[in-house]
T-cell receptor
Framework: DAGVIQSPRHEVTEMGQEVTLRCKPI?????LFWYRQTMMRGLELLIY????????DSGMPEDRFSAKMPNASFSTLKIQPSEPRDSAVYFC?????????????FGSGTRLTVV | ELKVEQNPLFLSMQEGKNYTIYCNYS?????LYWYRQDPGKSLESLFV?????AVKQEGRLMASLDTKARLSTLHITAAVHDLSATYFC??????????FGKGTSLLVTP
């Protein structure tokens, strides 16, 4: 199993540009989570999906952020327009919460820098 | 809202010493996790604790859970340099998301 795959690993963009982050969860995992990590705020949950349906998006900072999961093997997090304060590491994680299966597996993250 | 507090946030300790990291959480949960993160890397799962009194050990790390006190501890025994990293506790919310503490940055020095 290749684990949770995120792309790109690094993204540098100019303020005002659109940014799309991508995530492929572990096959068979039916929960997918997007987190943002900054020094000031730590790890924050942005949104999570169950069976491709958004369950809780209360952590999405504002309308500039949107997330989709068109199928079980792919999710995107889009920021439009991007701002310098969006600079952070964005992690995707997936899980399969059943009896005996309690793990959450994190991807390698996308380091976003908005200049 | 579920709040997770870790202390200390920064810890510098000498090799060979013992120390404990504490994790308090504000509301009832049936699951607590410990993760390790090396600089510039992802989060690596260390332990999942599922019940009151649960204790898990791996090498020089031992984690325990007291659900009545809403407290988990991560004990480090005879620290070595390779344990230098940031350690996070995370608590499962009423949904399935994890709420993370701020992390404890551990530096083990000779």
């Amino acid at each position: 199993d290749a684990g949770v795959i995120q792309s790109p690993r690094h993204e540098v963009t100019e303020m005002g540009q659109e940014v799309t982050l991508r995530c492929k969860p572990i096959s068979g995992h039916d929960y997918l989570f997007w987190y943002r990590q900054t020094m000031m705020r730590g790890l924050e949950l942005l949104i999570y999906f169950n069976n491709n349906v958004p369950i809780d998006d209360s952590g999405m900072p504002e309308d500039r952020f949107s997330a989709k999961m068109p199928n079980a093997s792919f999710s995107t997090l889009k920021i439009q327009p991007s701002e310098p304060r969006d600079s952070a590491v964005y992690f995707c994680a997936s899980s399969f919460p059943r009896q005996g299966h309690y793990g959450y597996t994190f991807g390698s993250g996308t380091r976003l820098t908005v200049v | 809202e579920l709040k997770v507090e870790q202390n200390p946030l920064f810890l510098s300790m000498q090799e060979g010493k013992n120390y404990t990291i504490y994790c308090n959480y504000s509301t009832t949960s049936d699951r607590l996790y410990w993760y390790r993160q090396d600089p510039g890397k992802s989060l690596e799962s260390l332990f999942v604790l599922l019940s009151n009194g649960a204790v898990k050990q791996e090498g020089r790390l031992m984690a325990s859970l007291d659900t009545k006190a809403r407290l988990s501890t991560l004990h480090i025994t005879a620290a070595v340099h390779d344990l230098s990293a940031t350690y996070f506790c995370a608590v499962k919310s009423t949904g399935y998301a994890l709420n993370f503490g701020k992390g404890t940055s551990l530096l083990v020095t000779p």
